[in-house]
């Protein structure tokens, strides 16, 4: 199928963009890589009356270092920028981990990394990385004062985020781990590229003492949106982490999820690879700590 009949804009400049969805008000569509939308508006899924393209504009296309050791990336910038980007392996190595199973190497040519978050696909790998980071993504729009947004905060919904139409997210900064912070990203897929059936990713940081001074974890594939766990931080933090206590946690996040069944694969199916997945990555994020990666 074709798309429905839209309006074309291709704006040189941020302030240009924030003019045009101004006046489109709930017409206007922002157009990043368009990975996911085109795709929608082929179908018929998406009928915008009208497209912001925002690949005329450079300044939104990068990644740089901030004052306190984080890393800032514009919303244009391509996954597999990110991907490659020895700045972005050096600080935060789960990024490049996790952007390798984004698709194939096409689509993350194209994707941008703040078009992936803003989509918000609860099956997406991208929203769920920037809660599990402790991202803040900067929301622009014409005649309003700047915010920032945690990611955590971002999506209230599948494929629902608190942008407004006339919003931009601009920027997503962020922030830098503590010494002796390891991760890792965990995935079971039908085919490479392809959507995860259930994912997990870990973020612990040890004190001096080897015991868990942070735990974070975030379970993709198994709700409506990604889940950040509470259960991995009662678990975990303040102790010693061992393989029985991942195992704890593999259990006591069967709580908090509530996957779906479909042809891919059952509720319990799910639920039972959440059980494998999480304690092989919180293992897997505990050896990296123990590196000082």
């Known amino acids: ?11 040189a400049s941020v302030e240009e963009a924030l003019d045009k ?23 018929r899924m998406a009928r ?7 690949n005329n504009i450079p300044e939104l296309s990068y990644i740089k270092p901030t004052a306190d050791g984080g890393l800032a990336i514009g919303t244009m910038t391509r ?21 390798h199973y984004i698709g194939h190497a096409q689509i993350r040519r194209r994707g941008s990394f703040g078009g ?35 990611a955590a905060d971002l999506i209230i919904g599948p494929f629902m985020t608190v942008i407004e139409y006339e919003d931009l997210l601009t920027e997503v900064v962020l922030p830098p781990n503590p010494p002796r912070t390891g991760s890792s990203y965990q995935q079971v897929a039908r085919q490479n590229g392809g959507y995860a059936l259930a994912a ?10 080897n015991k868990c001074q942070d735990a ?6 198994v709700g409506e949106m990604p889940i950040l766990s509470d259960k991995v931080k009662e678990i975990l933090i303040g102790q010693e982490p ?6 704890e946690v593999g259990e006591a996040v069967q709580s908090e999820i509530d996957p779906s069944s479909d042809l891919n694969g059952t509720s319990e199916y799910r639920r039972d690879l959440i059980r494998v997945l999480v304690p092989r990555s919180l293992a897997l994020s505990l050896e990296r700590a123990k590196k000082g990666s």
């Not at 199928?1 to 704006?11: E, G, S, W």
């Not at 997990?200 to 003492?209: E, P, Q, Y």
């Not at 974070?216 to 594939?221: E, F, H, P, S």
Request: contains cysteine.
């Open 242 to 247: 061992t393989e029985e206590a991942f195992k």
């Open 48 to 54: 915008p009356g009208s497209l912001v393209d925002l």
């Open 116 to 150: 992936a978050i803003a989509h918000a696909d609860p099956s997406g790998q991208l929203p769920g990385i920037a809660k599990v980071m402790n991202a803040k993504c900067l929301i622009r729009s014409k005649g309003k004062e700047d915010r920032w947004v945690d």
């Open 21 to 43: 969805l101004a006046e489109l008000g709930y017409e206007g569509k922002v157009l990043a890589g368009g990975q996911s939308l085109i795709a929608a508006m082929n179908f």
């Open 200 to 209: 997990c990713a870990s973020v612990l940081t040890l004190d001096d003492k």
């Open 216 to 221: 974070r974890l975030i379970l993709m594939g």
């Open 1 to 11: 199928m074709k798309p429905a009949q839209f309006d074309y804009y291709a704006p």
């Open 79 to 99: 996954v597999y920028a990110v991907e490659h980007s020895p700045e972005v392996a050096k600080r935060f190595p789960l990024l490049p981990e996790v952007a």
